[in-house]
């Protein structure tokens, strides 16, 4: 049999022999759970019965595939793991499908394929199906990567982001912003004298900890595209309520500071990929912090807010209450801040 070529051509989605091979010597290698490997249109796999599943989906364009911290595959199964894991779901398994930009490097994806896989391993969970379609030349930048994801929701879980209440408390599970600087920076070829790595990181660990010690917990978010001001605005509409943020409690690390206040972004609407805020009843707040803390990613886990009445007759309901006592109006994103950083 002759060598696999050293880039990605038109006939590896042909669905014929060249498609055969790429999906055995590539995918099955990388993944190689027992539900792929049976080679089936749709993965065959057990869902405890609890009469209730969790399923999101995402896709993957970012630019560039590689960055510091991780890569395009890692960043695909971690965002939805990451999803799933916010409804409070045991998070089972992923599909992934890939479209393939003819000439990609082969090596280029099995470097990708083999950070899913480790990704997957971390996280607990199984990708027991995918699909491969590659473009002509110019079609796409690269690869893009779909992954959706499945768990099961235990009895008596109910988390929504409608679910906040006065007197609440806000979590956030780490540093501010290392994702969409680390991308930024290496788009750009910026360097700094500390290095940006991205956060990406699987966080359904983390978000069971949590959901152990302080079973009353609200809602949990992944702040991504937008940023934590995103997310908490999102919570206060949703609920109807208004949240304070101390912004001296916010986690962010002095490399990201810096880059943010020498560009001109606003580090509260950065996008992050292994950060998680969770909104909890007062008196678990302690209890749910100590959990984050002692959880994988979560050592600079804090505080960061509280949940108060909305402010009557006003739309902006998420302020930051700064170092010199003043407080600022904290508002979602407008328009696009880093194109494609997921």
Known sequence: ??????????????????????????????????????????????????GRIALSTDSFVVTPHFFPGGDIGRLAVCGTVNDVATSGAHVRYLSCGFILEEGFPLAGLRRICASMAEAAREAGVSIITGDTKVVERGGADGVYINTAGVGEVPAGIELSGASCKPGDVVLLSGTLGDHGIAIMSQ?????????????AAPLNHLIAAVLEAAPHTRCFRDPTRGGLASTLNEFAAASNVSIEVDEEAVPVSPAVRGA???????????????????????????????????????????????????????????????????????????????????
């Open 187 to 199: 788009r750009e070829g910026l360097s700094f004298e500390t290095a940006i790595e991205s956060d």
């Open 260 to 342: 943010c206040e020498m560009l001109g972004y606003d580090v509260f609407q950065v996008a992050n990929e292994g950060k998680m805020v969770a909104v909890v009843p007062a008196e678990e707040a302690n209890a749910a912090l100590a959990a984050m803390q002692g959880a994988p990613y979560g050592a600079n886990a804090a505080i960061i807010g509280r949940v108060g009445e909305p402010h009557e007759g006003a739309h902006a309901q998420v302020r930051v209450r700064t170092a010199w006592g003043a407080t600022r109006v904290l508002d979602m994103l407008v328009g696009e801040q880093l194109p494609r950083i997921c």
């Open 1 to 50: 049999m002759p060598a696999m070529p050293d880039t990605v051509l038109l006939g590896h989605g042909s669905g014929g022999q060249m498609m055969k091979r790429i999906i055995d010597e590539v995918f099955y290698e990388a993944f190689g759970s027992p539900e792929l490997l049976a080679g089936n249109d749709a993965g065959v796999a057990a869902l405890p019965a609890t």
